[in-house]
């Protein structure tokens, strides 16, 4: 237990003989009545001496601090990252060390909603991740996805201003389909690869632990000889990738605001803890200059065929937090904070990064002393002159606060010195290389290239997953209202396929537009599985929910054999009634549910069962909410297994045999997949 939360629930007990704490101010004045305000008379006028009243009052008037400007939308959980290979050849930083057990900090977010924005928007999520590593914090602060929409940090205002709600109207919250954004995106072709990625299922996550994680830039790394290569982070979930579609998503925000904030805290709160893998793709100077593109360009990935991830480590996610505000609200990640061994490399977008956390955290936190929180504070000691500034809550002993000082040579504390050994020193100077020029406002030459990879993206993609992209363009640019932006954004597109173009265009209706001029040609190169959710997903009931509709008359065994039966493939089983409190089994006992058919919507489980007699597959059948249930699940792709008395329940919510929907026998293996060949059965993509 730390300091803080003792402070909060230590203290005096009861002097009456009860076990509670005794309730103070804040000044530890105990507390004889938190009902009522002091008044004068019984029917009187509130009384301005209240100090007891005056200061909850005052203290929760100022609870809320500015949310983050992007990803104010968030969940944390702290864990561990595991060191599992010996990565010393390219790496001297400690937290490498095989073996080593560093402590982490992790919050997911979404990107453009604001802090009570639901979870499931179409969007990008953050991965940020702070390591207490023995040598200082290293803050990894990437995306769940490999590229980024605009090359140089002087466009960042821009695209965020663009994407977030419109200045006049305040809406659409959280989401991209609106007129500013397509508008900046369709200016902008460097936007267009992550245009792909964003339109894909990538930006809807099926659980925050089913995604990957990606440092983005390149990034330099440097060895105990100083030798030095550059670095791309890779997160790999061991639960594999998993996203939802595009209506479940949207039913979701109806169903549960807070689907992934709730599954990532009862995952961990249930001992089913979340793991990552930590890839890295190494390379060096001579690597990067035989690529057709810029490893500087934030827009651009290394294809994992060209140039393999290896694993160097795991992370896992296995404690909640105490308390949202005092550690997921209040952490402070910043892409400048590195230890040694670890380093930036010249990406324009990484460089203005460097200053904007910081600056940033000022304004959240209204100190330049946020690093002193607990959830930002290092685990490993930390000692400077710096000194004094709002809310500083160390007390620092002695009159040393300058350096050079020779007060040790009178005797007393001289304080801490450098340590060239130790200190983080910067790639170049291990390098020798020279990073200098003429001051110039420009981009290298292949950063003009902006359709080459968009391209590799999209030929990477399954036909499943092409229509998914097609259709999300569509969808996106239905909701523009300005002539201009639509056809000037599938002109872009027809520079990455013009087959996409024309299926955007024919779903929208519009006639194809002519051709965008590409700044640099695109040139071929290889489409990658490594790209695809399709091509990578596990087929696993680890980690994933399966909703069983039971109602009276339900046979018991089988309720029983199914929820074990899950539980052995390390599945959640959940079960859904119609009542949730007394449903009678064929057994007679009384079964209570997990969930009551109206509140409980099958949107949020990866598969369903029937377990449902004659006679309640026929009452179903003419509840709206069962039909519904149904219908969703089969329109989701999921599998449906069902016993045989439960087919009129079935047939009114028009679920027609296929692989995914079974008898209970086969359901469980069943429900390790999603049924993606249904699809075009059951809606026009575009
Ligand atoms: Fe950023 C927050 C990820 C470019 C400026 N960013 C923020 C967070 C994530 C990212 C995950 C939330 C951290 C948390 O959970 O607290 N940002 C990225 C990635 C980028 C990126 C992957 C490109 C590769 N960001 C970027 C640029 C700028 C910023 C180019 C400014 C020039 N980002 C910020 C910020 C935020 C932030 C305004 C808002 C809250 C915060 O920093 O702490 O400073």
Known sequence: MNEERQAGSGGETHQQGSDYPVLTTNQGIAIADNQNS???????????????????????DHERIPERIVHARGSGAHGVFTATDDFSDVCKAALFKSGTETPVFVRFSTVAGGAGSVDTPRDVRGFAVKFYTSEGNWDLVGNNIPVFFI?????????????????????????????????????????????????????LPRSLRMMEGFGIHSFRLINAEGKESFVKFHWKPKLGIQSTIWDEALKLQAADNDYHRRDLYEAIASGDYPEWELGVQVFDEEFARAQPYDVLDSTKLIPEEDLPVR???????????????????????????????????????????????????????GTANFHQLPINAPRCPMMNFQRDGQMQMTVPQGRANYEPNSLSQGGEDGGPRECPARGHSPANLASGERESGPKLRVRSELFADHYSQARMFWLSQDPHEQAHIASSFAFELSKVEMPQIAPRLVANLRNVDEGLAQRVANALGLPLPEKAPASREPV?????????????MKPLLKGRQVGILIADETDANQLQQLVDAVGAEGGKAM????????????????QKADGGLLGTPSQIFDAVALLLSAESAQLLARQGAAVQWVMDAFGHLKAIGATPEAQPLLDKAGVEKDAGVTDLDGFVEAAKHRYYDREPTLRMLA
């Open 524 to 536: 071929d190169m290889e489409p990658s599985d490594a790209l695809s959710i399709h091509k990578n």
């Open 38 to 60: 002091l008044k004068g008379g019984e029917r009187g006028p509130t009384l301005l001496e209240d100090f007891v009243l005056r200061e909850k009052i005052f203290h929760f």
């Open 151 to 203: 090359q140089d940090a002087i466009k960042f205002p821009d695209l965020i201003h663009a994407a977030k709600m419109e200045a006049d109207r305040a809406y659409p919250q959280a989401g991209t389909a609106h007129d500013t954004f397509w508008d900046f995106a369709s200016l902008m072709p460097e936007t267009t690869h992550m245009l792909m990625w964003a339109m894909s299922d990538r930006t």
């Open 575 to 590: 079960i859904v009634a119609p009542r949730i409190h007394a449903t009678k089994l064929s057994d007679g006992t009384m």
């Open 311 to 365: 694993v160097i480590g795991t992370l896992q996610l296995n404690r909640n937090p105490d308390n949202f505000f005092a550690e997921t609200e209040q952490v402070a990640f910043c892409p400048g904070n590195v230890v040694p061994g670890v380093d930036f490399s010249n990406d324009p977008l990484l460089q203005g990064r460097l200053f904007s956390y910081l600056d940033t955290q000022k304004s959240r936190l």
